[in-house]
C-alpha cells in the first residue's frame, strides 16, 4: 500500500510505501526533538509550520532509504498550503474522467468530468474526428444528412448521456478549448438547454465558420470566459489559461474538483507569435497539479522544415520578393497568426495581399481579440468577391458587402498587374479557375502555408504544375514540439500524465515515467 501527502487544495506528492513510512515513523518518533513532527505522525496530519520543516531536516538516518524518504517528505511539506495530511488515499474524494474519444488519435476530442458526488458533469471539447476508424481521412460531407440517432449509431457522434438534443439534458456545460472543428464540431447536437463555454475568438470564429463552413452552432446559451479568471461550473472551478496554437484565442484549463486539480492542455505550442505564453506559464506553472491531460500531436511526426512562425515569416519574404509575378499562397484563414506573417510578407516586399471575403469577414471578427490582426481597410490589404463567398455573407447581413467595398479589386486589375500581387487562396473549385484563368498574365509561383498531410491527401500539386505554377512549402506546425511537451509537464510536475490528441500515446511512456494510458470511453478515478 502507498501513502500520499495532501493538502487543503489536494495531493501534492508520493509519500512513502507502507513499510517505508512505518520504518520512518519509528526512527522518527524515537530521536525527533520538535514536539509538532511526533504529533504529525501520531494524527496523520498537522499544520505545516517553520518548525516542522525544520524539525524533520534536523534528523539525519544513517540507514539510507529512511534519509531518502525523510528527504522527500521535506521537499513534499514545502509545497504544501497551511496543513499536511497523510493518506493511503481511500476516503478521498475524486472525480471521473472519461475520455469519449482522443485517446488514440487527433481529433474528434470529447473529454468527461463527472464530480465525486455525481451531481456535475462537464465535457470539454466536441469534435469532429479527423479520421475513420480504418484511419482513412474522415469526410464529414458523407454523413452531413445523417440524423443524430443515425450518427450515434456510427460512432461519429460520441456515446454521452444527457448531452444531445435528444435527451434530456444532464450535463452541466460544454467547453471548448479552441475554434479547431476537431475540437468543436459536433457542437450543433447538443442540448439547446446546455451552456457553452468559450473565449470571446474562438466564439467570434465559431461565428464565422457557421457562416461560412455552415457549422449551424447555436449560440442561445454561449457563456464567454476571460483567460486566467476563474468561474464555476457546479462543484467544478475551472480557470482558463491562454495558449500559443494556430487557433486565435485557445485556452487550457485547470479543472478542480473534489481537492484534485486537473490541467487539460488543449492544443497548444511554443513557438508561434504567442510562443512566450508557454515561457510564461512553464516559469510560473500552478502547482500542485495531479493529473496533466496533454495532447501530443507532433509525436510520430516530422516536425518540418521551419522551428517558428517568425522563420516561416522570413521565408514567406524571402520568397514573395524574389517573386516577378504573382505569388499564390494556400493557408487557412482561420490561421491568424499565418496571416499576419503573409501580410507581412507581402508588405515588405513592396506587393498587395488580395484576400477572399471570407477571409476579409474573419479579419474583421476577430479585431475584438487584437488590434495587430489586418483589416480590409488597412493599406496592402484588397478584397476579391467572388458570388459564393457574397451570396453566403449577403445572406447573414447585406450590409457588410458594402462595408468591404472600399478594399475591393476586380479580377482585371489582378490578371493585368499581377506583379505586386500577393493571392490569398484555397484548393477549391473557385480558386482553381482563377489559377487557369489567370495563366495569361505570367509566370506565378505558389506556396502551401499548412500542414504537409494536406498536400499529400489531394492532386494541388499535380494541378499547379500542369498549370506552370511551381510549388514551395513554408509552414511551422501548430503544435507542441516533443522539447515543448517536455517543458511543459517538467514545469507542471503532476503527479499522472494522461495522453490525449496523439496517435502514438504509447510515446508518451518512452518520455516520462509517470504515464497512465487510458481507453475511448473508459471511465477513470482521479484519485
Ligand atoms: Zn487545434
Given at each position: 500500500m502507498g501513502y500520499y501527502l495532501y493538502d487543503v487544495n489536494g495531493y501534492v506528492g508520493d509519500l512513502a510505501s507502507n513499510y517505508g513510512l512505518t520504518l520512518m515513523s519509528t526512527y522518527v518518533r524515537k530521536?525527533?526533538?520538535?514536539?509538532q513532527v511526533k504529533k504529525f505522525f501520531e494524527e496523520g496530519h498537522s499544520p505545516v509550520t517553520k518548525e516542522l520543516i525544520a524539525g524533520f531536516k534536523a534528523i539525519h538516518s544513517p540507514d539510507k532509504d529512511i534519509a531518502d524518504t525523510i528527504d522527500n517528505l521535506v521537499s513534499l511539506l514545502v509545497k504544501c498550503d497551511t496543513v499536511a495530511i497523510i493518506s493511503d488515499g481511500t476516503g478521498i474524494e475524486s472525480p471521473d474522467l472519461t475520455i469519449h474519444r482522443g485517446t488514440h488519435e487527433i481529433g474528434g476530442s470529447c473529454v468527461e468530468l463527472c464530480s465525486n458526488s455525481g451531481d456535475t458533469r462537464i465535457i470539454i471539447d466536441i469534435g469532429l474526428p479527423l479520421v475513420n476508424e480504418d484511419m482513412s481521412p474522415f469526410d464529414w460531407g458523407i454523413h452531413r444528412k445523417s440524423t443524430l440517432p443515425q450518427l450515434l449509431g456510427k460512432k461519429i457522434?460520441?456515446?454521452?448521456?444527457?448531452?444531445?438534443?435528444?435527451d434530456k439534458p444532464t450535463v452541466a456545460a460544454v467547453l471548448l478549448s479552441h475554434a479547431h472543428l476537431d475540437h468543436?464540431?459536433?457542437?450543433?447536437?447538443?442540448?439547446?438547454d446546455i451552456p457553452i463555454y468559450m473565449s470571446v475568438g474562438t466564439k467570434s470564429l465559431a461565428e464565422v465558420s457557421n457562416v461560412?463552413?455552415?457549422?449551424?452552432?447555436?449560440?442561445?446559451?454561449t457563456e464567454t470566459f476571460e483567460m486566467w479568471r476563474t468561474f464555476q461550473i457546479g462543484e467544478f472551478t475551472i480557470t482558463p489559461y491562454l495558449m500559443d496554437h494556430s487557433a486565435p484565442d485557445a485556452s487550457a484549463f485547470l479543472i478542480e474538483a473534489d481537492g484534485q486539480r486537473i490541467f487539460y492542455t488543449g492544443d497548444f505550442r511554443g513557438?508561434?507569435?504567442?510562443?512566450i505564453l508557454l515561457d510564461r506559464l512553464t516559469k510560473d506553472p500552478p502547482p500542485h497539479i495531479n493529473y496533466l491531460i496533454m495532447?501530443?500531436?507532433?509525436?510520430?511526426r516530422d516536425e518540418g522544415l521551419y522551428p517558428d512562425e517568425a522563420s516561416v515569416e522570413e521565408a514567406l519574404h524571402n520568397l514573395i520578393l524574389s517573386q516577378k509575378g504573382l505569388s499564390y499562397v494556400f493557408t487557412s484563414s482561420q490561421n491568424l497568426v499565418r496571416l499576419v506573417s503573409i501580410y507581412r510578407a507581402a508588405r515588405h516586399s513592396g506587393k498587395t495581399l488580395v484576400v477572399d471575403l471570407y477571409t476579409a469577414f474573419v479579419l474583421d471578427k476577430l479585431s475584438v481579440i487584437s488590434k495587430n490582426i489586418p483589416q480590409?481597410?488597412?493599406?496592402?490589404v484588397r478584397v476579391l468577391y467572388s458570388y459564393y463567398h457574397a451570396q453566403k455573407l449577403a445572406d447573414l447581413d447585406k450590409t457588410l458587402l458594402y462595408k468591404y467595398k472600399s478594399a475591393k479589386i476586380e479580377f482585371e486589375e489582378i490578371r493585368d498587374k499581377p506583379n505586386d500581387k500577393v493571392l490569398l487562396a484555397k484548393d477549391s473549385r473557385y480558386c482553381r479557375n482563377l489559377i487557369i484563368k489567370l495563366k495569361e498574365s505570367g509566370k506565378a509561383t505558389a506556396i502551401?502555408?499548412?500542414?504537409h498531410g494536406y498536400l499529400e491527401r489531394g492532386n494541388l500539386r499535380e494541378f499547379l504544375e500542369s498549370n506552370g505554377v511551381s510549388l514551395t512549402e513554408i509552414h511551422t506546425s501548430g503544435h507542441a514540439s516533443i522539447r515543448q511537451l517536455e517543458m511543459l509537464a517538467n514545469a507542471l510536475n503532476p503527479r499522472w500524465i494522461i495522453p490525449i490528441?496523439?496517435?502514438?500515446?504509447?510515446k508518451f511512456c518512452e518520455m516520462f515515467p509517470n504515464v497512465i494510458q487510458v481507453e475511448d470511453g473508459e471511465t477513470f478515478s482521479l484519485c
Amino acid at each position: 500500500m502507498g501513502y500520499y501527502l495532501y493538502d487543503v487544495n489536494g495531493y501534492v506528492g508520493d509519500l512513502a510505501s507502507n513499510y517505508g513510512l512505518t520504518l520512518m515513523s519509528t526512527y522518527v518518533r524515537k530521536v525527533a526533538n520538535e514536539p509538532q513532527v511526533k504529533k504529525f505522525f501520531e494524527e496523520g496530519h498537522s499544520p505545516v509550520t517553520k518548525e516542522l520543516i525544520a524539525g524533520f531536516k534536523a534528523i539525519h538516518s544513517p540507514d539510507k532509504d529512511i534519509a531518502d524518504t525523510i528527504d522527500n517528505l521535506v521537499s513534499l511539506l514545502v509545497k504544501c498550503d497551511t496543513v499536511a495530511i497523510i493518506s493511503d488515499g481511500t476516503g478521498i474524494e475524486s472525480p471521473d474522467l472519461t475520455i469519449h474519444r482522443g485517446t488514440h488519435e487527433i481529433g474528434g476530442s470529447c473529454v468527461e468530468l463527472c464530480s465525486n458526488s455525481g451531481d456535475t458533469r462537464i465535457i470539454i471539447d466536441i469534435g469532429l474526428p479527423l479520421v475513420n476508424e480504418d484511419m482513412s481521412p474522415f469526410d464529414w460531407g458523407i454523413h452531413r444528412k445523417s440524423t443524430l440517432p443515425q450518427l450515434l449509431g456510427k460512432k461519429i457522434l460520441p456515446s454521452v448521456n444527457g448531452l444531445y438534443e435528444n435527451d434530456k439534458p444532464t450535463v452541466a456545460a460544454v467547453l471548448l478549448s479552441h475554434a479547431h472543428l476537431d475540437h468543436y464540431g459536433l457542437l450543433r447536437f447538443v442540448h439547446s438547454d446546455i451552456p457553452i463555454y468559450m473565449s470571446v475568438g474562438t466564439k467570434s470564429l465559431a461565428e464565422v465558420s457557421n457562416v461560412f463552413l455552415n457549422t449551424d452552432v447555436k449560440f442561445d446559451r454561449t457563456e464567454t470566459f476571460e483567460m486566467w479568471r476563474t468561474f464555476q461550473i457546479g462543484e467544478f472551478t475551472i480557470t482558463p489559461y491562454l495558449m500559443d496554437h494556430s487557433a486565435p484565442d485557445a485556452s487550457a484549463f485547470l479543472i478542480e474538483a473534489d481537492g484534485q486539480r486537473i490541467f487539460y492542455t488543449g492544443d497548444f505550442r511554443g513557438h508561434g507569435r504567442k510562443g512566450i505564453l508557454l515561457d510564461r506559464l512553464t516559469k510560473d506553472p500552478p502547482p500542485h497539479i495531479n493529473y496533466l491531460i496533454m495532447e501530443g500531436s507532433m509525436l510520430g511526426r516530422d516536425e518540418g522544415l521551419y522551428p517558428d512562425e517568425a522563420s516561416v515569416e522570413e521565408a514567406l519574404h524571402n520568397l514573395i520578393l524574389s517573386q516577378k509575378g504573382l505569388s499564390y499562397v494556400f493557408t487557412s484563414s482561420q490561421n491568424l497568426v499565418r496571416l499576419v506573417s503573409i501580410y507581412r510578407a507581402a508588405r515588405h516586399s513592396g506587393k498587395t495581399l488580395v484576400v477572399d471575403l471570407y477571409t476579409a469577414f474573419v479579419l474583421d471578427k476577430l479585431s475584438v481579440i487584437s488590434k495587430n490582426i489586418p483589416q480590409f481597410s488597412w493599406e496592402g490589404v484588397r478584397v476579391l468577391y467572388s458570388y459564393y463567398h457574397a451570396q453566403k455573407l449577403a445572406d447573414l447581413d447585406k450590409t457588410l458587402l458594402y462595408k468591404y467595398k472600399s478594399a475591393k479589386i476586380e479580377f482585371e486589375e489582378i490578371r493585368d498587374k499581377p506583379n505586386d500581387k500577393v493571392l490569398l487562396a484555397k484548393d477549391s473549385r473557385y480558386c482553381r479557375n482563377l489559377i487557369i484563368k489567370l495563366k495569361e498574365s505570367g509566370k506565378a509561383t505558389a506556396i502551401f502555408s499548412m500542414w504537409h498531410g494536406y498536400l499529400e491527401r489531394g492532386n494541388l500539386r499535380e494541378f499547379l504544375e500542369s498549370n506552370g505554377v511551381s510549388l514551395t512549402e513554408i509552414h511551422t506546425s501548430g503544435h507542441a514540439s516533443i522539447r515543448q511537451l517536455e517543458m511543459l509537464a517538467n514545469a507542471l510536475n503532476p503527479r499522472w500524465i494522461i495522453p490525449i490528441h496523439t496517435f502514438y500515446p504509447e510515446k508518451f511512456c518512452e518520455m516520462f515515467p509517470n504515464v497512465i494510458q487510458v481507453e475511448d470511453g473508459e471511465t477513470f478515478s482521479l484519485c
